[in-house]
């Protein structure tokens, strides 16, 4: 489509009252140029003006826009309070919040919430993890824990948009590289983004690692820099 064409259409769209026209991943795209043949990816409806966290709950319904759903328990929407300043973003749910249909509360999970409640416990400033809001880039376990495709992201990923655009944090943490990417795009890594401030559309975005990393890492380096980072960000957020 040439530019003239795609400013006309996307005119004819604000006309409309549409305020958000997704973009799709150039991977996809790059895929798509290789094999034709790819079923077209179905992408869930714009946001409407009075969008709600209901409403976009609502919208995924019983969802099958994409293979995640078919290994699924439980579809995992998202916790917390609907009024938090602050939404943790991970991956995806893995098998104990399949289970519950509660994002983390797995192992990572727990080191997350202690992460959370200490970390704010020590700098002084009362904050529990029912205090925020936690959420996932994909809300169906994928295969063997393994990370979400591009696609899934970018079907799933509009949801998530939505509930940030409803919940208007005053900051958002992303946690690892898949969070990274479906908020800020790139293709830098955690350990070189991490700790400084970013921006998805006008919200301010911390990047940290996954706490499924730090339970992995053997060394206290990352740890004590996952720490750092959330007392930039509660700082920023409470002071
Ligand atoms: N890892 C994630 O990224 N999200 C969860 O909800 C649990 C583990």
């Not at 530019?3 to 973009?23: K, P, S, T, W």
């Not at 991977?27 to 077209?40: I, T, V």
Request: glycine residues 8%.
């Amino acid at each position: 489509m040439s530019r003239e064409l795609l400013a006309r259409v996307l005119a004819y769209y604000r006309d409309l009252g549409f305020q958000d026209i997704y973009r799709r991943m150039p991977e996809r795209a790059a895929m798509e140029e290789e094999n034709p043949a790819l079923p077209p990816i179905e992408l869930p409806g714009l946001a409407p003006a009075d969008d709600a966290l209901d409403r976009i709950r609502e919208d995924i319904g019983d969802c099958k826009r994409c293979r995640l759903h078919e290994g699924r328990r439980n579809i995992v929407f998202g916790a917390g309070n609907p009024r938090a300043k602050i939404v943790f973003v991970g991956e995806g749910p893995g098998e104990e919040e399949d289970l519950q249909g509660i994002p983390f509360v797995g192992r990572a999970g727990q080191l997350l919430t202690a992460m959370i409640e200490n970390t704010a416990k020590k700098e002084g400033i009362p904050l529990l993890r029912d205090d925020v809001y936690i959420a996932n880039v994909v809300k169906c376990r994928p295969p063997k824990n393994r990370a979400p495709e591009p696609d899934e992201m970018e079907i799933c990923g509009q949801f998530l948009f939505r509930q940030l655009e409803v919940l208007k944090p005053k900051a958002i943490c992303v946690l690892g590289g898949t969070a990274m990417r479906a908020l800020l795009g790139g293709k830098e890594g955690v350990t070189r983004m991490r700790g400084q401030w970013c921006k998805w559309r006008d919200i301010p975005v911390m990047v940290t690692y996954h706490p499924s990393y730090l339970l992995r890492a053997y060394n206290t380096g990352p740890k004590r820099e996952a720490w750092e980072d959330l007392k930039k960000l509660f700082h920023f957020v409470y002071d």
